[in-house]
């Protein structure tokens, strides 16, 4: 077991050095859910950048947001980036229901409406398997994410906080607030009901992703900055845009299958628990960034959370709502950087997952 432990952090050192960026998959056969249903050849895709140190310590998790995959990850990921890969040793990892990890619109056998429903916790717990099974991994120095990728910096921070040194979530919360659920509630009604109206898989699919397009139009960015970028008589044309987009780029099943992940993320897992009582493991090492203006996911839980854990925060205002980290000048990029630049090499441990809380 020693030597392959050894084969794979050579090999991760190579790839990481000359050919990171390649979409890479890790097989892990079954894949047991919190809901006690099974994905059957569970997959989950990732890409490595920059290249491992002799101590390892250097390891960042790089979780995908909503929709999102790891090829969508790696413009934040580079030299002088968001996450510095000249620095540290990147493993950009896709989220269930993204269509590249394990999905409805790829399973071979668990296809559409037969795909269990997972939870974010399941998306952390195959990543933790990718960590530790497949790439030989125990601990790393920080995992970072974004909207739903920052959702699931949580999930590790309150089930594996001995994994990691640092934790960044990044317009993520640790449960959703009303608001946010109605969002997303309103968009999986949209799909459900497209999906039933129309026969025709291609004008479903159509339907769906038009409707989800207007709703997610409404929410990612601020009405000031909508209305700044846009007029009125281009509104019909940039949804068109937008439907068209998004009909070629996402199916419907694995959007509504990470919406119903979303609405059920809670840290607590409805035990009612203080976040108090749920941060106090991880005091002192976690950033989270929030924009005051997102109407996509609501920063009150998150500012509630960062209180609880003593975590630094950085709360930014303007315009730019939930989308603050692309177009706010580079100050949350900045703040990553300087945060993950904190404290290098103090690891901890060896892993073990924590007793639950609400035991």
């Not at 996450?83 to 056998?109: K, L, Q, R, W, Y």
């Not at 960590?131 to 970072?144: C, D, F, Y």
């Not at 291609?202 to 769906?208: G, H, L």
Request: charged share 20%.
């Amino acid at each position: 077991m020693k030597m392959l432990a050894s084969v794979v952090v050579l090999t991760l050192t190579i790839f990481g050095s000359l050919s990171g960026q390649a979409l890479r998959f890790a097989d892990l056969g079954d894949c047991q859910l919190e809901n006690e249903t099974i994905i059957k050849n569970c997959r989950v895709a990732y890409r490595t950048f920059g290249a491992l140190n002799d101590d390892r310590s250097n390891v960042v998790l790089f979780p995908s947001w909503f929709s999102g995959t790891t090829e969508d990850l790696a413009r934040f990921i580079g030299p002088r980036s968001m996450v510095d890969s000249s620095e540290h040793f990147v493993i950009a990892v896709g989220a269930f229901g993204n269509g590249v990890s394990s999905s409805p619109s790829n399973s071979p056998t668990q296809g559409s409406g037969a795909f269990p429903e997972f939870t974010i916790g399941d998306m952390v717990t195959a990543q933790h398997r990718l960590l530790t099974e497949v790439l030989g991994i125990r601990h790393v120095q920080a995992v970072v994410g974004i909207s739903m990728g920052g959702m699931q910096a949580f999930e590790w921070l309150t089930s594996y906080p001995r994994f990691m040194d640092q934790a960044v979530s990044i317009v993520g919360s640790p449960k959703l607030g009303a608001y946010d659920v109605l969002l997303w509630q309103a968009e999986l009604n949209a799909i459900e009901r497209a999906l039933a109206a129309y026969s025709d898989a291609r004008k479903a699919r159509a339907a769906a992703m038009s409707a989800v397009a207007e709703l997610h139009e409404l929410a990612i960015r601020t009405p000031e900055a909508f209305n700044a970028a846009n007029q009125a008589e281009q509104v019909e044309a940039l949804i068109a845009k937008k439907s068209a987009d998004l009909i070629l780029r996402a199916d419907p099943d694995d959007w509504a299958s990470q919406l119903r992940a979303m609405m059920t993320h809670d840290i607590s897992h409805g035990s009612g628990i203080s976040m108090e009582r749920i941060a106090l493991p991880v005091k002192g090492r976690t950033l989270v960034v929030v924009a005051e203006q997102d109407h996509m996911v609501t920063p009150g839980s998150a500012l509630e959370f960062a209180q609880a854990a003593q975590a630094e925060t950085l709360v930014v205002d303007g315009d730019c709502g939930h989308l603050v980290f692309e177009c706010d000048d580079g100050k949350v990029a900045a703040k990553v950087r300087e945060f993950l630049a904190q404290n290098r090499g103090s690891l901890q441990p060896a892993d073990q997952r924590v007793v639950d809380p609400r035991e």
